[in-house]
């Protein structure tokens, strides 16, 4: 697994989300406008399929933030920006080029809650399983439908044309299966397997989140006190109203040794430089 990432523990400071650009609707821009639109985001799609299948880095979308954890600079894109100046989170985060840090995932272990970046949380194996049923069932469905109408129309050589479709079948199967995976955002998944490797789970390549996601909801509303003995996180909160943008597990992981852990907690940053504030969300958003 790679050891590229980081755990950076501390308290939030200094939070800024940015602004995101406002939508143009069509009453807005003229009809033209709309179809130059339509066909620069057509090229954009392209390129970020040929991109997702090509390139190793991919560009996380979603909500913009940047902030202090302790004295070290974060920044970052989730789907949804749910902490606020003064709580204590952990962030797997990895150094970019001037000095600061990029994070891949919040986690806040006082809430049980984990926060991904946008199209991140489906694993590998994970979103191969489910599409290896669909399109499995899909091409078993027609494979059956054009061996039935093939018996009614074809008397001889009937074995060696329904062995010759099941090969065509297969090899359908393994096509349709791979342009799907990209096609839905595949590529993110590996970054998936590396948050939970980064993270301690056992089987990082297969955890299904939203599975102990469910679990975690049933512990918490008996107050099973399975939930609350978890020795990495002894102040772990019962949760009355839950935050359907994150993702919630049971117990805090133990991290793999190989993580190096940044630890900033008591520390609070010292800023030289003015923080800017107009037309930006000091934020629990």
Request: hydrophobic letters at 45%.
């Amino acid at each position: 697994m790679t050891k590229g990432y980081n755990l950076l523990k501390g308290t939030v400071s200094h939070l800024q989300v940015m602004d995101e650009p406002k939508e143009l609707r069509s009453d807005d821009i003229g009809l033209l406008a709309i179809i130059g639109l339509m066909i620069v985001g057509a090229f954009e799609v392209i390129g970020a399929l040929i991109g997702a299948l090509t390139a190793g880095s991919i560009t996380l979308e979603g909500k913009s933030y940047q902030c202090y954890v302790g004295r070290k600079k974060v920044q970052g894109k989730l789907l949804h920006v749910n902490f606020k100046n003064g709580d204590y989170v952990e962030m797997l985060v990895k150094p970019i080029d001037n000095g600061q840090y990029l994070s891949y995932a919040v986690r806040m272990p006082q809430y049980h809650a984990l926060y991904f970046p946008r199209s991140v949380g489906v694993t590998t194996l994970g979103m191969l399983k489910y599409l290896s049923i669909g399109v499995g069932v899909f091409c078993l469905f027609v494979f059956v439908v054009v061996t039935i109408i093939m018996c009614i129309e074809i008397d001889e050589d009937l074995p060696n044309f329904i062995l010759l479709l099941a090969m065509v079948a297969i090899f359908v199967f393994f096509i349709f299966l791979f342009l799907l995976f990209f096609i839905i955002g595949g590529s993110y998944t590996f970054i998936s397997n590396r948050i939970f490797a980064t993270l301690g789970y056992p089987k990082p390549w297969l955890h299904n989140w939203l599975d102990e996601h469910e679990r975690f909801k049933k512990l918490n509303r008996s107050g099973d006190p399975e939930l609350f003995d978890d020795p990495q996180t002894p102040e772990f909160e019962r949760i009355k109203i839950r935050d359907p943008n994150a993702s919630y597990y049971c117990r805090t992981p133990t991290l793999p040794a190989w993580v190096t852990v940044i630890d900033e907690r008591g520390f609070m940053p010292q800023i030289t430089e003015p923080q800017e504030t107009p037309n930006q969300e000091q934020s629990n958003d």
